[in-house]
C-alpha cells in the first residue's frame, strides 16, 4: 500500500503527467468529449486534485451528456451501445439517475431511467432500466433495490458496461408480470416520447 501512496504523490508532481492532463483536458473541450471527461476526472480524483477542478470537469460530463440527450431526441436517434463515447453519455445521464434516486427523487430518476430505456439501443441495459423505473414507481428505497433487487455479485470491471446495474436476483419477465401495472403506466409514459 505505503508504494501506491508514493506514486501518487509522484504523479502529483510528475510534469509530464500533468502534461497529459492539461492535454487532456483541451481535446475533452475541443471535441466535447464525455470520455475524455471521464477519464481526466478519474486522474483528478486519483492525485486528489481540487474541488473546484473536480466539479467543473464532473459539471462539463453532466452538461454536456444531457445536451447529447436533448440532440438524441429531437433527431429520433439511439444511443449506439458499441461506441465508447455514446456508453459513456448514457453512462452520465445513469448515474445523475442513480445519484437522483438515492436521494429519493423518485419522479425525476423514474424519468431519466425510462428516457434511457428509450434511447439506448441494447435490449439487456433497456430492461435493466426498466426495472430501475418501476423500483421508483414503487418508491423503493435505493439501499433496498441494490439489497433486494440488484446483483452485484455478477459484477465485472472489464465489462464496458460495468458502471450500469444490470444484473439483478430477481427473474426479469417475472418481475415485469409482477408490476404490470407499473409497467404499462411506464410504457404509457414512453408513448409520449415515441409519438413527440
Known amino acids: 500500500m505505503q508504494s501506491q501512496e508514493i506514486d501518487i504523490e509522484e504523479l502529483k508532481n510528475s510534469k509530464e503527467f500533468l502534461a497529459n492532463l492539461e492535454l487532456l483536458e483541451d481535446e475533452m473541450n ?4 464525455i470520455q475524455k471527461g471521464y477519464q481526466l476526472l478519474d486522474s483528478l480524483l486519483l492525485i486528489e486534485s481540487d474541488e473546484d477542478k473536480i466539479n467543473e470537469i464532473f459539471s462539463f460530463i453532466v452538461n454536456n451528456s444531457f445536451d447529447t440527450l436533448s440532440n438524441k ?6 444511443f449506439d451501445m458499441k461506441n465508447s463515447e455514446e456508453i459513456a453519455t448514457a453512462r452520465a445521464i445513469y448515474e445523475h439517475g442513480v445519484s437522483l434516486y438515492s436521494e429519493n427523487s423518485f419522479k425525476s430518476a423514474k424519468e431519466i431511467f425510462l428516457v ?16 430501475h423505473a418501476i423500483s421508483t414507481m414503487k418508491s423503493m428505497k435505493f439501499d433496498e433495490f441494490m439489497e433486494n433487487i440488484a446483483d452485484t455479485s455478477k459484477y465485472d470491471e472489464n ?17 415485469f408480470d409482477d ?15 415515441k409519438s413527440s
Open 30 to 33: 475541443s471535441q466535447k468529449s
Open 73 to 78: 431526441l429531437i433527431s429520433k436517434k439511439s
Open 116 to 131: 434511457l430505456n428509450f434511447v439506448i439501443d441494447n435490449k439487456e441495459l433497456q430492461d435493466a432500466m426498466m426495472i
Open 159 to 175: 465489462d464496458e458496461f460495468a458502471y450500469f446495474v444490470k444484473f439483478f436476483k430477481v427473474d426479469t419477465k417475472k418481475f
Open 179 to 193: 408490476n404490470q401495472k407499473y409497467l404499462d403506466k411506464a410504457n404509457k409514459e414512453l408513448k409520449v416520447l
